[in-house]
């Protein structure tokens, strides 16, 4: 009777641990909810204020983020360079053709440069403005299905501003969207939120290169009268007071669904480096609207 | 009915229980590159939470999971506070229906987390549809899913196989 007794106490205070433990973890429960809720509503509410907390803990968190990420870039890269290995031979004749033509185009840019410098001169025409490059590692790929940015170790105290273009070797890959101090974010004009004016080369007819998130970026607003080809080269318009007239961004085709896509000539992905072009063109409405709105998906 | 924080293995014990956490947290902020679709987005995290809220939550507090949450948005540029929220949410789901899960066999746990993975990739999808007022490509998210999917069986081994050297936990209905 008594060892019932004493076990049915256990029980019970067992029980009411239990029920304590279960209230401690619904009441942790609803404040982290209602915690995460106020901050999504953040996102709307103030996107600049949410960025810029973002961006503050990208640069506190610098050494940690290249830390985590610099290992998976070194697996890509390794990863990359034993996928050429299989191709050496067909690149090595590739590059040798292509040697061949640049040289030939060499030529052809030693003559035009010339007779572009007598003719300036000839017209007394005012000499543009320096363009000034910043080298930057990329030190977080930090693109998803849902947004396409990266970020790279370089920020407003090595002279960085929103808005300014960032290019690889290849061509242009995005633009500046947010700066810390020692680190800036980059949005890939493969992302949804990407608008850049631009302009086929040949036909001269002015679109705006809009991101899908989803594969390559899609000319959008083309005239109805467009004569686009496919194999056009694509380059900035120099509309909109981001990027100057010329930047070459890519090569256009048709999908299936009848849109003219463009390939890039820039892989972000494949970028280790990237550079960031001050063209000294000031702020102009697009650069305004990058600036006031600030969410990730607010841009 | 013992309470779950007596459940709570010695700390050197279950260190390797929370470094593996750790991994599957820093894995779940890379993205991988997949035939045509680049960068997509696998939250292996996930299934951490899955297992561990179901058989041992002492070792996944809620806090842990709210932090988590919240690297991933730092980390790849989320919207800050989605993947904090999902979390949190499908932890308090699984916490209050872990008894009934836990009598069921695997492939009922499998369901259960499709089903979830299903509806966490809506959530993130459908939210940044909304707030950048477009709709989204499916063929991403659905990707995502799948690979989160195949990744579960394989995760769930190991995590089974450390709860069993941690704790002595029992035999296996995998």
Not at chain 1, 87 to 115: C, G, H, P, S, Y
Not at chain 2, 112 to 137: C, D, N
Request: proline share 4%; glycine share 6%; charged share 15%.
């Amino acid at each position: 009777m008594k060892s019932g007794s004493i076990g049915l106490g256990l029980a019970t205070r067992q029980m009411s641990i239990s029920t304590v433990q279960d209230k401690k973890q619904k009441t942790c429960g609803v404040f982290f909810l209602s915690l995460s809720l106020v901050l999504l509503a953040l996102n709307i509410l103030v996107p600049s204020l949410v960025n810029k907390a973002k961006q503050y803990v990208a640069d506190q968190a610098v050494v940690a983020t290249e830390t985590v990420f610099s290992p998976v870039q070194y697996a890509a890269t390794e990863l990359m360079r034993v996928k050429a290995l299989w191709e050496v031979q067909k690149n090595n004749e590739m590059l040798a053709a292509e040697n061949e033509r640049l040289i030939e185009w060499f030529q052809t840019a030693n003559r035009l440069d010339a007779e572009n410098r007598a003719l300036r001169e000839l017209l007394n025409m005012k000499e543009e403005d320096a363009v000034q490059y910043h080298a930057a590692k990329v030190i977080a790929d930090t693109a998803t299905q849902y947004s396409h940015t990266i970020l790279v170790r370089m920020g407003s105290e090595d002279g960085l501003t929103k808005g300014q273009g960032v290019l690889s070797h290849e061509g242009l890959i995005g633009r500046v969207i947010e700066t810390g101090q020692k680190t800036a974010r980059v949005l890939l004009m493969s992302d949804v939120n990407s608008r850049i004016p631009v302009t086929i080369e040949g036909t001269q007819d002015r679109a705006i290169l809009a991101g899908t998130n989803d594969g390559d970026p899609i000319l959008d607003h083309l005239p109805k009268s467009h004569a686009i080809a496919e194999g056009q080269r694509v380059v900035t318009s120099g509309h909109g007071g981001i990027f100057p007239y010329g930047v070459p961004v890519g090569e256009t085709y048709k999908t299936k669904d009848g849109w003219i896509a463009v390939r890039p000539f820039a892989n972000a992905n494949r970028a280790n480096y990237v550079q960031i072009v001050d063209y000294g063109v000031p702020a102009g409405s697009a650069t305004r609207s990058v600036a006031s709105s600030g969410s990730t998906y607010l841009r | 009915m013992s309470s779950l924080y007596s459940q709570r293995p010695p700390f050197i014990k279950a260190l390797p229980i929370y470094f593996l956490n750790l991994v599957l947290l820093i894995l779940s902020t890379q993205t991988v590159d997949f035939v045509a679709v680049d960068n997509v987005h696998v939250v292996v995290f996930l299934t951490a939470i899955f297992y561990w809220v179901v058989h041992l939550p002492a070792v996944l507090p809620l806090w842990f999971i709210f932090i988590a949450g919240l690297t991933i948005d730092f980390s790849l540029d989320s919207l800050l506070g989605l993947h904090a929220f999902a979390f949190v949410l499908y932890t308090l789901v699984l916490y209050k229906t872990r008894r009934i899960i836990l009598s069921q066999p695997f492939i009922y746990h499998l369901i259960i987390f499709i089903l979830s993975v299903a509806f966490f990739e809506l959530l993130r999808w459908g939210g940044v549809s909304l707030l950048s007022m477009q709709i989204l490509s499916v063929l991403p998210s659905l990707l995502a899913v799948v690979l989160n999917i195949v990744a579960f069986i394989p995760l769930t081994l190991v995590l089974r196989h450390l709860h069993r050297v941690v704790s002595g936990y029992g035999r296996s209905s995998l």
